[in-house]
């Protein structure tokens, strides 16, 4: 019995969810481990060159891997839903578009975390100094603008991995075919 599809693209949203909070702990504790082995005490852990380019790092691994989890998504809900091309095109897509907005929150909160974490950062108050030479709000634009690709990407791979797959139905049973071609032992 197939399940609603709705409830494939609560999946993709929820899948895009897990991976988020898992790129953003990533990314805080790499950061906080680069911010104590290359910041001294009270100075801003983005005067290091070694965790400013991690930070960079961080947040382009974020935006690369939302496109790729929604081919990834595409190609699961495509084998979930075979034949039905059209319908798994736009659950895996929208689950993707939607799904990515979350996924980049939160990454994005984990890793902008860990500078409040030593008192520096947009997301500090204010405090000790140098904060981040990205705007977060200035990355929303960037949000939306990596939000298209991931939502093809899924929708494209959705639709043509449906195509394609045959949901298991022609496959032939190989228990049936080995048992066939075993002899059986006879007295002799």
Same mark, same amino acid.
């Given at each position: 019995?197939?399940? !609603? =599809?709705?409830? $494939?693209? &609560? @999946?993709? #949203?929820?899948? %895009?969810?897990? &991976? /988020?909070?898992?790129? /953003? ?19 801003? !852990? &983005?005067?290091?060159?070694?965790? /400013? ?7 382009? %691994?974020?935006? *690369? #891997? +939302? ?14 839903? !075979? ?19 979350? $996924? ?13 974490? $030593? *008192? ?7 405090? *000790?100094?140098? *904060?981040?030479?990205?705007?977060? =709000? ?10 298209? !690709? @991931? /939502?093809?990407? +899924? ?22 075919? #080995?048992?066939?071609? #075993?002899?059986? @032992?006879?007295?002799?």
């Amino acid at each position: 019995m197939s399940r !609603p =599809a709705h409830v $494939y693209a &609560l @999946a993709v #949203v929820g899948a %895009f969810a897990a &991976l /988020g909070a898992g790129v /953003g702990l990533a990314a805080n504790f790499t950061l906080g481990f680069f911010i104590e082995q290359f910041v001294d005490p009270g100075d801003p !852990p &983005l005067d290091s060159i070694q965790v /400013g380019m991690m930070f960079l790092v961080a947040i382009f %691994f974020t935006y *690369g #891997v +939302g496109p790729v989890a929604a081919g990834v998504a595409g190609i699961g809900i495509g084998q979930a839903m !075979p034949d039905r091309e059209l319908a798994a095109g736009i659950v895996s897509g929208a689950g993707s578009f939607v799904g990515f907005y979350l $996924y980049v929150g939160l990454a994005l909160f984990f890793t902008f975390a860990v500078l409040s974490e $030593y *008192g520096t950062g947009p997301m500090s108050g204010g405090g *000790g100094g140098g *904060g981040s030479p990205l705007d977060p =709000a200035g990355l929303v634009t960037l949000v939306v603008q990596v939000s298209l !690709p @991931a /939502g093809l990407v +899924g929708m494209a791979t959705g639709y043509l991995t449906s195509r394609v797959s045959d949901g298991g139905a022609d496959e032939p049973n190989t228990d049936a075919a #080995v048992e066939a071609s #075993v002899e059986p @032992a006879t007295d002799q």
